[in-house]
T-cell receptor, first 113, second 113 residues
């Protein structure tokens, strides 16, 4: 059974600081996704990481994937208040046609002035 | 606008009542999913479908039934609602395999009293 663990679950940051969110998963996978959710809203796709060593960047967010370590990171550079949200990683199973994503519990990020 | 539409957006049920949540997508996606989101639990897969006429159980299927009679629609039914089914329900859809992740609906907030 695929398990996905995120840490930390809660993160309070000051504006301008850097931090990293970690996503570990328990079995081999070929795809990892990062999503953002604002309070009361749906999930918005941020990054899709499709291979070992993949790195994607968008603004102040950078995601990377190490499939050997079964680890993905979401790095936040010089945080701003607008980045306050819950961030989820999700891992795809390698189950052939029965493809589905398993989500971590999410990291609630609060960026304070 | 193209995407995933969920109806209703809010609903209050009494214990023992039944209801159906509707998910409709216009992107010709093969795969559709129902997740529930509870505080501190992330998203948990209820049921999913890999194509018209097919359904499969996810992580937390008990108390729910689903049907996919048409490719664009995925229905989630609660036959006899219980307070433990109070949650936010998200529908999602994707291509095979999902190189772009899921597209999520806006969610249904269900309260069972």
């Amino acid at each position: 059974e695929l398990k996905v663990e995120q840490n930390p679950l809660f993160l309070s940051m000051q504006e301008g600081k850097n931090y990293t969110i970690y996503c570990n998963y328990s079995t081999t996978s070929d795809r990892l996704y990062w999503y953002r959710q604002d309070p009361g809203k749906s999930l918005e796709s941020l990054f899709v990481l499709l291979s070992n060593g993949a790195v994607k960047q968008e603004g102040r967010l950078m995601a990377s994937l190490d499939t050997k370590a079964r680890l993905s990171t979401l790095h936040i550079t010089a945080a701003v208040h607008d980045l306050s949200a819950t961030y989820f990683c999700a891992v795809g199973n390698s189950g052939g046609s029965n493809y589905k994503l398993t989500f971590g519990k999410g990291t609630l990020l609060t960026v304070n002035p | 606008n193209a995407g995933v539409t969920q109806t209703p957006k809010f609903r209050v049920l009494k214990t023992g009542q039944s209801m159906t949540l509707l998910c409709a997508q216009d992107m010709n996606h093969e795969y559709m999913y129902w997740y529930r989101q509870d505080p501190g639990m992330g998203l948990r897969l209820i049921h999913y479908s890999v194509g018209e006429g097919t359904t499969a159980k996810g992580e937390v299927p008990d108390g729910y039934n689903v049907s996919r009679l048409k490719k664009q629609n995925f229905l989630l039914g609660l036959e006899s609602a219980a307070p433990s089914q109070t949650s936010v329900y998200f529908c999602a859809s994707s291509y095979i395999p999902p190189s772009y992740g899921y597209t999520f609906g806006s969610g249904t907030r269900l309260t069972v009293v």
